[in-house]
Each structure stands twice: as structure tokens, then as C-alpha cells.
């Protein structure tokens, strides 16, 4: 998924087209999956008007993988619903954020054995900060210990996936496990990785940088 615009990183270059370590960040989300298996089918969503940059990073960076284009929507449940016409009604589907590059195939194989073995697989993790919940000018504390933090990839088997992508859109659908939910599908959980970031502010790249330094130096 890379069909946002990415405007809080204030950069007139889409967030998913940044450099990191060398190359953009999608770059990195999409050859985390393949190195993990190379028979992958890889779907990219872009709004339109960045099928000609993309076009051009792929000749600069001579990615030539195999892949599909889907059109962005103005939301991004229009945008996976784009994406998933091109997905037949078996098999397994994995749905990433195209601005998490430090997703690990150790997270991405028990992601794929999880929905395999229970239909889905949601990756957490867990909350680390005290929070509170608001409304207007009053405020509570929240146990944080009931809490979880949801990442991507997201991994469904296809078929109910397609069929809880026919609903009309809820603002309730912040994630693609809320879709299924909604559809009256069981949510399964796994544990995720701490480091599977989402670049979303400038000073994400950073931190998206010093953790892979970090991690090879492992």
C-alpha cells in the first residue's frame, strides 16, 4: 500500500519515494517479501499521477521485479479495494504498509503461517506509554496493559477477505482487520516486531536508518 501523499513529512517528494540506506523506501517494503519468497505476487498501490515517477525510480534503481499496479483512492480501504481486483479467491494475501521498510522476514513468514493456520494474522505490539482517552474537556487514564499497538502486514486468506471488501465504506476502517471484523469475521492476533516502524514524520528516516545500522551490527 503506497497510495498516500505522505503530507506530514512536508516534502514535496512522496514519503514512499524518500531515500533510505541508498534507496526509496518502497523499495525496501517490496524486496523484504520477495527475499523472503521470490514466487510472491507483488501489488503496488500509487495514485495515478505518481505511475510516471515510479517509472522512473525503477529505471534509476533497475528494480525490475515482476509487479502490478492498482490505483491509490482517496481512502485507503479504496485503495486495497482496488488492489484486490486483481487477487483471485483462493490463496493468501498479504496487505503492508508500503512505508514500513523494516519489516522482517522473520515476522513476514509467521504472519503467512498464522493466517494459514487460523485465517488471518494481525502483528502487535505492545504499548509502552501511559495514554488516556479524551473527549472534549474531559479526560481518563486508559490500562495500557489492555492495549496494543496493530502493524502491518496484515494476512488474510483470500477469499473472506474479497467478500468483506464488498461492504461500503465505515470510518470504522482504519485497517483492513477492522474490514474483515465488520463482516463478522474472528480477529487473530501475533506478536510483532518493535521495529517494524511506519515512516510518517522527516525524522522517521532517521530513526528507519539507525535501525537498520543497528540491526546489522546484531
Not at 506478536?191 to 528507519?208: F, H, R, V
Amino acid at each position: 500500500m503506497a497510495g498516500g501523499t505522505g503530507t506530514r513529512m512536508n516534502s514535496a517528494v512522496p514519503k514512499q519515494f524518500l531515500p533510505l540506506a541508498g534507496k526509496p523506501v518502497l523499495l525496501h517494503s517490496i524486496m523484504a517479501f520477495h527475499e523472503y519468497d521470490a514466487s510472491v505476487q507483488i501489488i503496488i498501490t500509487l495514485p495515478a499521477v505518481l505511475y510516471a515517477s515510479w517509472e522512473t525510480l525503477c529505471s534509476q534503481y533497475s528494480f525490475r521485479l515482476p509487479h502490478k499496479l492498482a490505483v491509490g483512492g482517496k481512502m485507503r480501504f479504496d485503495s486495497v479495494k482496488n488492489a484486490l481486483s486483481f487477487i483471485p479467491a483462493d490463496g493468501i494475501v498479504a496487505i503492508h504498509d508500503g512505508v514500513r521498510p523494516l519489516i522482517s522476514r522473520d515476522l513476514i513468514a509467521r504472519a503467512f503461517d498464522h493466517a494459514v493456520a487460523h485465517g488471518n494474522a494481525i502483528p502487535i505490539v505492545p504499548v509502552t506509554d501511559s495514554v488516556r482517552s479524551t473527549n472534549g474537556s474531559l479526560n481518563n487514564p486508559l490500562d495500557r496493559s489492555k492495549l496494543r499497538i496493530i502493524q502491518t502486514p496484515q494476512v488474510f486468506h483470500a477469499s473472506p477477505l474479497l467478500k468483506a471488501y464488498q461492504q461500503d465504506y465505515k470510518d470504522s476502517f482504519t485497517d483492513d482487520a477492522s474490514v474483515l471484523e465488520a463482516a463478522g469475521e474472528t480477529i487473530h492476533l501475533l506478536q510483532g516486531d518493535p521495529y517494524n516502524i511506519k515512516i510518517t514524520y522527516p525524522e522517521d528516516l532517521a530513526i528507519a536508518e539507525a535501525l537498520m545500522k543497528y540491526r546489522k551490527g546484531q
